[in-house]
């Protein structure tokens, strides 16, 4: 059945689903195609009539995922930024809104994607909204190194097209029987740097209340200096391409988007790839390796210092916090990790040394830190190995590999953020710990796998090979919907299991552990399991 939602700017025909009433596509600025390309987003044109609600739109162009076959609707255009809402009733109930902000490495997702389908949650009383945002070099090259200072306040596109969604929402939910002053932004991998990033922006302030980070936390974001070089050799890539050298505005905001969004992947490969050739150009150029290229810029505007110290000094007083991982994160990103089989001891503690090295020079570690010799990566692998037999894990080398990456990209950095923000507002921490069906679940608990759960859409075919299925699989999503939805309420979180979420404290004097909520086949309240690595990274990461 129609059914019709009336805002201030307009009128919007969605959808009664039974479950919820689905409004799909809807424009929060203009298209940011032609001369608007690279700009910051704009306000979006007046609707002239009753504005048609009930498609999604298309994903922002990307290149297709190694990860998932489909990451939203097929197709893609620059022409992207769009909304979606699902609410329970349109009428005048103040319902808390929850804001999804997709992962992808900040090059690939979509609000569309089936998992991030909001009717589930919403039966919970609360409006969920998904959105589009600039990826890759359109949402997050480093413009005033490439094209000079008429671009000066177009960095971090990507996260200003977040950030005036959020504003639409603000203006907006009303109409869709949203409380336009309790939005929590809530999103899984980049989505959760994203959250976390904007807690640490100024200008972000009063856009949301609360923060839930899944998976994602304030670390990532470049060095102008490292963003400036990805900016040159993009625009190399680009002169490959088009056979010119594009550096001016107007001239790289005509050429084809593909070429764009080639050169982009091509910038990505080199600066990612772990193959010798692009090893190899990297070391003789002085480049560093970087897994997310296209990430979050220190630009001196928008994002004046690193997010994390802004947090740690109040800029996001006053605004809840819920973050965590799962226990496996790094496991999902085996499927890519060519080497990762074959690994042994002395290519791990080499792949550890590379890390700090690299680390520091993209700025993600303390000040502090020395670790950069041999013997000192050997004592952490040391380390490892212990651990994971202490914990009746799997202690090779790939699985020591597994162990400290999952740390040094998810784990530690959601310690970190939950210790930042706890003398502001009230910051809990979880652990994921439920082990994927895949493979007789030699994957354990990986990247992502809490999505179905958060969402409550295990029934998709791709959910359940990846969650599995089963009344205990049932249980667990009604527990975390339950308390994500709570949270987004302005009450505790709370559910069945954890009747009280304690919040987090990492006490350093005595060493003890802080108190988390695990979330598996256990559900409850636990002493963090994982405190003695987070005080091995002490004064590091």
Known sequence: ?????????????????????VFKGIPYARPPVGKLRFRSPEPPPPIRSTYDATKFRPSCLQPPSELFPQTGPTEMSEDCLYLNIWTPRLDTKPRPVMVWIHGGAFVAGSGAFPWYDGARLANHEVVVVTLNYRLGPFGFLYLEALLGSTFAECSNLGLQDQMAALAWVRQ???????????????????????AATLMGVPTAK?????????????????????????????????????????IQGDAIQKIPATAVL????????????????????????????????????????????????????????GIPLITGTTRDEYMLFTFTDRAFHSLDRKMVIRRIERTF???????????????????????????????????????????????????IMFRVPAIRLAEAQAPYAPSRLYLFTRPSPMANGKF?????????????NLEDPAAKLFCGEGPEVVKLSSEMQLLWTSFAAKEP????????????????????????????DFVGVVKDPEADKAYLWEGIL
């Not at 040391?382 to 994971?388: A, C, K, N, P």
């Open 172 to 194: 907006h939910i009303e109409g869709f029987g949203g409380d336009p002053e309790n939005i929590t932004i809530f999103g899984e991998s980049a989505g959760a740097m994203s």
């Open 262 to 317: 080639d050169a982009g992947m091509e910038t990505l490969a080199y600066f990612s790839d772990p193959r010798e050739n692009h090893r190899s150009q990297r070391h003789e150029k002085g480049d560093p390796t970087i897994l997310l290229p296209f990430q979050p810029v220190l630009d001196g505007s928008l994002i004046p210092r690193r997010p994390l110290d802004e947090i740690g000094e109040g800029n996001a007083a």
């Open 206 to 246: 009063g856009l949301f209340e609360r923060v839930i980070a899944q998976s994602g936390a304030a670390h990532n974001v470049l060095p102008a200096e490292v963003a400036a070089r990805i900016a040159e050799k993009f625009a190399e890539q680009l002169e490959n391409i088009t056979g010119e050298r594009i």
């Open 493 to 520: 979180p709370h559910s069945p299991r954890v009747p009280e979420w304690p919040t987090y404290s990492l006490d350093r004097e005595s060493r003890r552990p802080g108190l988390i909520v695990e979330l598996g």
């Open 357 to 407: 090295i690299t680390a520091k020079q993209l700025g993600l570690y303390s000040d502090k830190s020395h670790l950069s010799s041999t013997r000192q990566a050997t004592d952490i692998y040391d380390f490892y190995v212990d651990w994971l037999r202490r914990h009746k894990r799997p202690a090779d080398a790939k699985h020591v590999w597994a162990a400290v990456a999952t740390d």
């Open 1 to 21: 059945m129609r059914i019709v939602a009336k805002t201030r700017v307009g009128k919007f025909e969605g959808v009664d689903a039974g479950r919820a009433m």
């Open 444 to 456: 354990g608990s990986p990247h992502a796998i809490d999505i179905p759960f958060v969402f409550g």
